[in-house]
């Protein structure tokens, strides 16, 4: 059974960093499958703000180009987000979610009609 677990959530000042990490375990060796972070916060939908397509194909959410970097690791089926110059409006919780196609809107993270969903780890960022 496919399944997605993430790491690196916590709490930093504004500036700061954190690293999330998302290890997926349970697709086969040959599954071309694209990877991603949503996040969900209180009133707002479920934004895609970075993806990487199994072709490394990248997507960033322009609200964090500049800031954040994802990178993947096909060999160990992992999926990071760097995440630098953090500001309180990131703080949210974050989804990694994997995919056999292209990934974008959801009605609500996680959303059990499209990809596959990690339980999703708190970021928090004070001022």
């Known amino acids: 059974e496919e399944s997605l677990v993430e790491f690196g959530g916590g709490s930093v000042h504004e500036g700061g960093s954190l690293r999330l990490a998302c290890l997926a375990s349970?697709?086969?060796?040959?599954?071309?499958?694209?990877m991603g972070w949503y996040r969900k916060t209180a009133g707002s939908e479920c934004e895609l703000i970075a993806s990487?397509?199994?072709?490394?194909?990248?997507y960033y959410r322009d609200s964090v180009k500049g800031r954040f970097t994802i990178s993947r690791d096909n060999a160990k089926k992992s999926v990071y987000l760097q995440m630098n110059s953090l500001r309180p409006e990131d703080t949210a919780v974050y989804y990694c979610?994997?995919?056999?196609?292209?990934?974008?809107?959801?009605?609500?993270?996680?959303?059990?009609?499209?990809?596959?969903w990690g339980k999703g780890t708190l970021v928090t960022i004070s001022s």
């Open positions: 979610a994997a995919a056999f196609t292209t990934m974008g809107w959801v009605p609500s993270c996680p959303y059990s009609g499209a990809f596959y």
């Open positions: 990487i397509a199994s072709d490394l194909t990248i």
């Open positions: 349970g697709f086969l060796d040959d599954d071309e499958i694209d």
